[in-house]
Each structure stands twice: as structure tokens, then as C-alpha cells.
Nanobody
Framework: QVQLVESGGGLVQRGGSLRLSCAASGSITSIYVMGWYRQAPGKQRELVAT???????KYADSVKGRFTISRDNAKNTAYLQMNSLKPEDTAVYYC????????????WGQGTQVTVSS
């Protein structure tokens, strides 16, 4: 089992910045992908950004150029630096990790609220 603890959410004005962190603990061997997803009220959960252990990144079109995902493999922690925030970025942000030990196992954090005021 992998436990995830997210931090860094909050309230920020349009154009502001926030940095989310996701620390993994427990059976943390072979964590392959770490990522962030978000879910706004009344909408489906959507991918924001992912990063593999080989530092291959993927971003949603809506955040390209504004958000940057990174990870510290020694600390088993992923980060999401969010700049130029917009009200439409308001959502609960969830950390996700995929552990590759033969089959893939996916784990989710509890979510952290990000609110961008206009």
C-alpha cells in the first residue's frame, strides 16, 4: 500500500501562484508515474499533469506554459508549480501515483482545494 499526503492548496487571486506537494510513503518501491488530476464542481476528474520516473512529462492543454510538474525521487515527492492561475483552475486537486510491480497499482490522495478568485 502507498499512502499519499498532499499539501499546498488554498485561496489565491487571479494571476497568482501556488505550489502543490504530494509525498508518498508506505510500500513506495517502483513508483513509476506521479501525477495531478483535478475535479471542479459538476465536472469529471481530469488530468492536469504527469511525470514518469524518467522525467517524461505530460500536461493538459489548458495548463501548458503555466503549470510545471516535477518530482524528487529520493523523497518520493511530486510537486505542481501553478503560475498565472485563472478562476477556471478552481478545483480539488488530487495526487495520483502508479506503482509498477508486475501489474500497475494506482493510488489517490485525499485531495486539496485550490480556489482562484477573480
Amino acid at each position: 500500500q502507498v499512502q499519499l499526503v498532499e499539501s499546498g492548496g488554498g485561496l489565491v487571486q487571479r494571476g497568482g501562484s501556488l505550489r502543490l506537494s504530494c509525498a508518498a510513503s508506505g510500500s513506495i518501491t517502483s513508483i513509476y508515474v506521479m501525477g495531478w488530476y483535478r475535479q471542479a464542481p459538476g465536472k469529471q476528474r481530469e488530468l492536469v499533469a504527469t511525470i514518469t520516473r524518467d522525467v517524461i512529462t505530460k500536461y493538459a492543454d489548458s495548463v501548458k506554459g503555466r503549470f510545471t510538474i516535477s518530482r524528487d525521487n529520493a523523497k518520493n515527492t511530486a510537486y505542481l508549480q501553478m503560475n498565472s492561475l485563472k478562476p477556471e483552475d478552481t478545483a480539488v486537486y488530487y495526487c495520483n501515483v502508479v506503482q509498477r510491480i508486475g501489474p500497475d497499482y494506482s493510488y489517490w490522495g485525499q485531495g486539496t482545494q485550490v480556489t482562484v478568485s477573480s
